[in-house]
Every structure is written in structure tokens, then in C-alpha cells.
């Protein structure tokens, strides 16, 4: 009886490692995966993995961030991150962003959801 609950032990510990890997992929392909940023992008050595710089990404490249980020109506926050440039490069919380946007009434969770998907 202990074999046989043993096996089965066994058994299951197998089904879930094959199930793990087959769950990972295993493949190195990066098919659909966003192309990695190029040198003069907004998203330089200073900014944090996943943000854009808002003092120097393009409109078009912050968009893209504020809606990776789930910002509704990115295009038009895009504008509003750009028209207010510069931002201070050592305010990390990107208070003067939020004044700014702050005028808008865009409600707390837009700001905090624009403002994660950036850096000075």
C-alpha cells in the first residue's frame, strides 16, 4: 500500500513538472514581443524597466506606455505629458506631472496609472 501511494506521489510530482514546462514554453522565440528600445528612444538607461521618460520619449511612445499601463484615452494624456515638459530629473514622483494634470480632474487612479508608466 505505501508503494503504490509512494507511485502515485510520484506519479502526480511528474505530471506537474511536465505541466510547468510545458506552461513556460520552453521556446526562446520573442514572435510578438515589442521590439527593444534603440538608442535616442524615450526609454534610455535612466528610466526604470517598462517606463518611458517624460522629459524625452515621443508622444507616440509615452502613449504606447499609458496604455500598456490600462490609461484610457492614452493619445490625449500623451499631449498633456508632453505639452508640460521639462519635468525635474530628480522628482521621481513626478509631483510638477501631477499638478499639471491635476487641473484635468483625471481622478486619482488615472494619475497614479499615468504617472507608474513614466519616469522623469
Known amino acids: ?28 522565440s520573442t514572435a510578438g514581443a515589442p521590439a527593444p528600445a534603440t538608442t535616442g ?5 535612466t528610466a526604470p524597466a517598462g517606463k518611458v521618460s517624460a522629459n524625452t520619449a515621443s508622444e507616440d511612445e509615452i502613449a504606447a506606455a499609458l496604455e500598456r499601463a490600462g490609461v484610457s484615452n492614452p493619445e490625449r494624456w500623451a499631449e498633456e505629458v508632453v505639452e508640460y515638459r521639462p519635468y525635474p530629473a530628480d522628482d521621481p514622483n513626478l509631483t510638477t506631472l501631477r499638478e499639471n494634470l ?3 480632474n483625471p481622478g486619482q487612479e488615472t494619475t497614479d496609472r499615468i504617472v507608474s508608466a513614466l519616469a522623469p
Not at 5 to 20: E, H, I, K, P, Y
Not at 41 to 45: N, R
Request: proline share 3%; net charge positive.
Open 102 to 104: 491635476a487641473k484635468y
Open 41 to 45: 528612444s524615450g526609454t534610455g538607461p
Open 1 to 28: 500500500m505505501i508503494a503504490g501511494t509512494a507511485r502515485l506521489a510520484v506519479a502526480c510530482a511528474a505530471g506537474v513538472l511536465a505541466f510547468g514546462l510545458a506552461a513556460c514554453g520552453g521556446s526562446a
